[in-house]
């Protein structure tokens, strides 16, 4: 593991040994956290991520598709662009897909750290026409409702509220 993330992990470590109760999304979450030597169990409750399905079903508003996505099969991915999302999977997978569906258009939805280096991977790639950062936005469900396919290809992940609300 690198310098950076040691640092961090006896941060955590101390902090939970200041700590009276620690929050984990899911019980996956809480056992990873225990593995790694952050708290004890009986400090940890679970509190599993939820959404409320009715958002998703009431004013969701419209969207401005740009014109060079409109009536093309979109997939979609919201995530902050860290490497622990995977994104350089997705995009390295883009090329494949295309083979046999030429239509396909990627939207990411998000920030972070990695940004301009995802930006440049596509380039490398040559998907600049077929991959569409959007960076962060108010409100993803007016753009989840275009997604023909949600994609998450995290390298770990607790229950991702992303997924959650595509499902809704």
């Given amino acids: 593991?690198?310098?950076?993330?040691?640092?961090?992990?006896?941060?955590?470590?101390?902090?939970?040994?200041?700590?009276?109760s620690i929050v984990?999304?899911?019980?996956?979450?809480?056992?990873?956290?225990?593995?790694?030597?952050?708290?004890?169990?009986?400090q940890y409750s679970v509190i599993h991520n939820g959404i409320?399905?009715?958002?998703?079903?009431?004013?969701i508003g419209t969207l401005d598709l740009p014109a060079q996505l409109q009536g093309k099969a979109i997939i979609g991915a919201i995530a902050s662009l860290t490497s622990e999302k995977g994104i350089d999977v997705l995009l390295a997978a883009i090329p494949i897909l295309l083979r046999e569906h030429p239509e396909v258009h990627l939207v990411i939805?998000?920030?972070?750290?990695?940004?301009?280096?995802?930006?440049?991977?596509?380039?490398r790639l040559g998907l600049t026409d077929r991959v569409w950062f959007m960076g962060n936005v108010a409100d993803v469900r007016p753009w989840v409702k275009h997604f023909q396919v949600m994609v998450i290809p995290s390298r770990q992940e607790g229950l991702p509220t992303a997924l959650l609300e595509a499902m809704a």
């Fill in 109 to 123: 939805l998000g920030d972070g750290e990695l940004r301009q280096s995802l930006h440049d991977l596509a380039g």
């Fill in 24 to 42: 984990a999304v899911s019980t996956s979450t809480a056992e990873l956290c225990l593995e790694k030597g952050i708290g004890t169990a009986d």
């Fill in 1 to 20: 593991s690198t310098l950076r993330g040691r640092v961090l992990l006896g941060c955590e470590r101390a902090a939970a040994r200041r700590t009276d």
């Fill in 52 to 59: 409320d399905p009715a958002r998703f079903t009431r004013d």
